[in-house]
């Protein structure tokens, strides 16, 4: 190990341990990134099973998130489709896969580009049904960062950000969620998830909160469609996802 390497992880360590919450975290790991050379960090869990975003967040140039978001770009990103997947590559070049691209995908690329971000480095973590991934983006090719180490290095201040990340919220300065349109639960709707989510059924739930169970699968319906599911299986593991349930 490098003596700039082992500097770089004691560094990444001590910063990290000294967040007071998930917010502060977030603005610690945006620091450590610019630290190392890094243009913006982009973070999210996904659920690869059914391909749905959980959280993601960023801080890339607000005016980029919006033309991203405005033009739906969302939609033909190969990196958020890799990475929802769960498959995201290790290293993206914008500018070698711009050579071959066509359309939609050459005007994503020339934004990209065009605030610098030339060049993606990823790492994806699995951890039963929730992916979770952090990419940063560089101006330059990040091979020059820290030499043949580079993939290693980046990859170990990948892993030790990604034990600080956690789920954004909706309302959280730089979170995107790119068409799945969430918002937060209610108490009875957080409760009902939680109380299915320690293993009871709903009859269960409506003999504990005294409630019919009527009422119950009411409650359900709203936090299907709070959490953008079709089912509340897939509400709750979103919920769990996001950070919306007391287990």
């Known amino acids: 190990m490098t003596t700039r390497f082992a500097r770089l992880l004691i560094d990444t360590a001590d910063t990290l341990s000294h967040a007071r919450n998930g917010e502060d975290a977030w603005l610690r790991i945006e620091a450590i990134v610019s630290r190392i050379g890094g243009e913006a960090v982009n973070a999210g869990a996904f659920l690869p099973v059914t391909r749905q975003i959980a959280w993601t967040r960023s801080s890339m140039a607000p005016e980029w998130l919006e033309e991203y978001a405005r033009e739906e770009l969302y939609e033909i990103d190969p990196l958020l489709a890799a990475a929802i997947a769960g498959t995201p590559p290790p290293f993206y070049s914008v500018r070698d896969e711009d050579l071959h691209a066509t359309g939609d995908l050459k005007r994503l690329h020339a934004g990209m580009m065009r605030y610098d971000y030339n060049f993606m480095l990823t790492q994806a973590w699995r951890d039963g049904d929730v992916s979770t991934c952090i990419a940063i983006a560089t101006r330059d090719d990040p091979a020059h960062l820290f030499g043949p180490g580079t993939q290693r290095a980046l990859s170990a201040v990948a892993a030790m ?34 109380r299915l989510a320690e293993g009871r059924t709903e009859a269960q739930v409506a003999d504990d909160m005294k409630l019919s169970e009527a009422e119950i699968m009411a409650i359900l319906s709203g936090a299907r469609t709070k959490m953008d599911s079709s089912s509340t299986d897939q509400a709750l593991a979103l919920a769990m996802a996001r950070g919306l349930l007391s287990i």
């Not at 956690?166 to 009875?188: I, K, N």
Request: proline share 9%; net charge positive.
């Open 161 to 194: 950000m990604s034990l600080a990340l956690s789920p954004s919220g909706p309302e959280a300065p730089g979170a995107r969620t790119f068409g799945t349109h969430w918002r937060r639960l209610t108490r009875a709707e957080a409760e009902v998830l939680s």
